[in-house]
């Protein structure tokens, strides 16, 4: 593959015939096959050009593969079932995506003849459409008569990341609302006039509210990647589902000197979905949108109407960098660090999995970035729910 474009990674490829012979190599060599069989995690070998070579059984059960000639000559984003891994003539390593993909980058370090350890994020076709993939890989460069390989671990660190959410964000941010509660309950417990307690009444509401529906989020997110989500579809209008979003957002607290607001010329549709959830992954837009922009920049909540669709655009004046953008839905990436990602994540993952639409952005230095969620006027189930 010789004349294959790249992005990223070397596109070229070893012959199906100089595969074999590589992989020979290794079954000669007195109990390796044995021993990598027992070993729980997978484990690949990969020649020069990222080809598989050898894969023990944990990675062939993994790639649902009857034996090993069954994923000689793959690179590890195709065994893994990468969506990226099949949009262009070179395959895995080499789209533009890539060029952020640990696992691939942790191949090219081993090939320069170090050690190396990074995360793969990965999306993937599963049983019940796409799913999230959260790998830890280990690359080791290794020589065998001569020529160099890759020793390739991959470790499934999905419950890892789960928990590294619980443990720094759900409850970081349910701890940070408690305090702030109990700050006021001290106010309101130490006395004051009563004419200065509406206030905060009004400020214990407020943070009791934010907390539950925290908790609430986190629970449809767990129910919904289970597949116990139920949603209710009911009769909505676009312009009091909208409303309801800059209520609850149009606050000083959660603003921080940004500004919201619906456009002018916003649609008032009506349409059907289930109006908790997409009331919360309009939310995560918003918060998305307000997280992103600087003091005193404006960010804008809209609705119009294309072809039998309703369409929610939420634009702020930031530009959003390629790096962010390539990895934008990745269940855990963030830009404010390790384990923040799920606020993409989740509203994709709810739009296209629970409420039939789709999720789309764009991003430019001149025009900011608007984030746009689409949605049929009659619902219709998913392909895949």
Not at 155 to 160: C, K, L, P, Q, R
Not at 350 to 368: D, R
Request: glycine share 10%; aromatic share 8%.
């Amino acid at each position: 593959m010789t004349g294959s474009k790249t992005q990223f990674a070397p596109p070229e490829r070893a012959s199906g015939n100089q595969v074999q012979i590589q992989t020979q190599r290794f079954a000669t060599v007195p109990f390796f096959g044995e021993l990598l069989h027992y070993v729980p995690d997978m484990v690949l070998i990969l020649n020069r050009q990222r080809q598989v070579v050898y894969a023990n059984k944990a990675a062939l059960q993994f790639a649902k593969a009857a034996d090993l000639s069954a994923v000689l000559g793959l690179r590890p984003g195709e065994l893994f079932g990468c969506k990226h891994s099949a949009e262009t003539e070179g395959g895995c390593g080499t789209t533009v995506f890539c060029r952020y993909c640990g696992g691939v980058k942790a191949v090219l370090q081993s090939q320069e003849g170090d050690f190396a350890v990074d995360e793969c994020r990965l999306t993937v076709a599963g049983e019940k459409g796409e799913e999230a993939l959260d790998l830890r890989v280990w690359a080791s460069p290794i020589t065998l008569q001569g020529e160099a390989f890759t020793f390739y671990a991959v470790v499934d660190i999905a419950d890892e990341k789960r928990r590294r959410f619980l443990e720094k964000i759900f409850l970081h941010d349910i701890m940070n609302t408690a305090t702030a509660l109990r700050g006021i309950s001290s106010l309101l417990q130490h006395g004051g006039e009563a004419d200065d307690t509406g206030p905060l009444v009004q400020g214990i509401a407020f943070l009791s509210d934010w907390m539950t529906d925290e908790i609430a989020s986190h629970r449809q997110l767990v129910a919904a990647e289970n597949g116990e989500l139920e949603i209710d579809i009911q009769q909505i209008r676009s312009r009091p589902l909208l409303e309801s979003v800059l209520t609850v957002y149009q606050r000083p607290e959660l603003l921080n000197g940004r500004q919201l607001q619906i456009a002018a010329d916003a649609a008032d549709v009506e349409f059907e979905s289930d109006q908790n959830l997409l009331r919360r992954v309009l939310g995560n837009m918003v918060k998305n949108a307000i997280e992103g922009s600087a003091p005193g920049e404006l960010v804008t909540m809209g609705c119009r109407v294309e072809g039998g669709r309703v369409l929610f655009p939420v634009h702020n004046p930031t530009y959003i960098p390629e790096n962010i953008q390539l990895q934008m839905f990745n269940r855990s990436f963030s830009t404010k660090g390790a384990g923040r990602g799920l606020g993409t994540y989740s509203m994709k993952y709810l739009t296209e999995k629970y409420l039939g639409g789709t999720i789309s952005f764009v991003s430019t230095e001149p025009q900011g970035t608007t984030f746009v969620a689409e949605y049929p006027i009659k619902h219709t189930p998913p392909v895949n729910p």
